[in-house]
C-alpha cells in the first residue's frame, strides 16, 4: 500500500534551517508529481512547494520562495523540503503528498513532522 513517512522536524531558531524528509513505499516514484503542505495551530492547510517527477520543475507559495528548496531523489524514493531562514510563522505541522493530477490534487498524505520555530 501506499506510505508516506515525513521526518526532520523539530525546534529551530528564527534564522535556522531544518531539512525535512518524505520516505516513499508503495507505488512508483518517480512517476507522480509529490508536493509538501503545512497546516499551522488553528488555521487551515496552506500549500508550500511541489515538485514534478522529473524533479527539475518546482513551484512554491509566495510565502516560502527564496527561503525553501524541493527536491527528489528517485533512487532513493524520497522528497525533500530544506528550509532555510525559518520565521515564526512557518511554525506548523508539515505533510508530504502524493498528486496524482498536479499539484493541487493530492490522494496520499503522510503523517506529518511538526516544525517549531522560536527562540
Known amino acids: 500500500q501506499v506510505q508516506l513517512v515525513e521526518s526532520g522536524g523539530g525546534l529551530a531558531q528564527p534564522g535556522g534551517s531544518l531539512r525535512l524528509s518524505c520516505a516513499a513505499s508503495?507505488?512508483?516514484?518517480?512517476?507522480?508529481?509529490m508536493s509538501w503542505a503545512r497546516q499551522a495551530p488553528g488555521k487551515g492547510l496552506e500549500w508550500v512547494s511541489g515538485?514534478?517527477?522529473?524533479?527539475?520543475?518546482?513551484y512554491y507559495a509566495d510565502s516560502v520562495k527564496g527561503r525553501f528548496t524541493i527536491s527528489r531523489d528517485n533512487a532513493k524514493i524520497t522528497l525533500y523540503l530544506q528550509m532555510n531562514s525559518l520565521k515564526p510563522e512557518d511554525t506548523a505541522l508539515y505533510y508530504c503528498?502524493?498528486?496524482?493530477?498536479?499539484?493541487?490534487?493530492?490522494?496520499?498524505w503522510g503523517q506529518g513532522t511538526q516544525v517549531t520555530v522560536s527562540s
Open positions: 503528498a502524493r498528486c496524482p493530477y498536479g499539484l493541487d490534487s493530492y490522494d496520499y
Open positions: 515538485i514534478y517527477n522529473d524533479g527539475i520543475d518546482t
Open positions: 508503495g507505488f512508483t516514484f518517480s512517476s507522480y508529481a
